[in-house]
């Protein structure tokens, strides 16, 4: 069984950073596939960001160039550093696994977090 805890949401404002993390528990974590997903109110899940268990990572078009994502498999942890925040990045983030390879459709993911909430003020 895997648990995923997020962490490190607020309220900034706008140009501020924030850096989230999301701590895993179980033995596929060095494995598996970890992604950043994020849903507004009223709006979509949308993809933010994934990386595989060999460090290669992805990004969705609105947030290239300003949030990385990276991961500590001796922590078990992944984190999204988010720099330049604006209000369109208001939404709740959630971390997810996963042990298959279409890591952009959040379909593909097996296990969430609770998720963590984000809300930047202009």
């Known amino acids: 069984q895997v648990q995923l805890v997020e962490s490190g949401g607020g309220l900034v404002q706008a140009g501020d950073s924030l850096r989230l993390s999301c701590a895993a528990s179980?033995?596929?974590?060095?494995?598996?596939?970890m992604g950043w997903f994020r849903q507004a109110p009223g709006k979509e899940r949308e993809f933010v960001a994934a990386i595989r268990w060999s460090g290669h990572t992805y990004y969705g078009d609105s947030v290239k160039g300003r949030f990385t994502i990276s991961r500590d498999n001796a922590k078990k942890t992944v984190y999204l550093q988010m720099n330049s925040l604006k209000p369109d990045d208001t939404a709740v983030y959630s971390c997810a696994l996963t042990t298959r390879s279409d890591i952009i459709n959040h379909h593909a993911y097996d296990y969430w977090g609770q998720g963590t909430q984000v809300t930047v003020s202009s």
């Open positions: 179980g033995r596929t974590f060095s494995s598996s596939a």
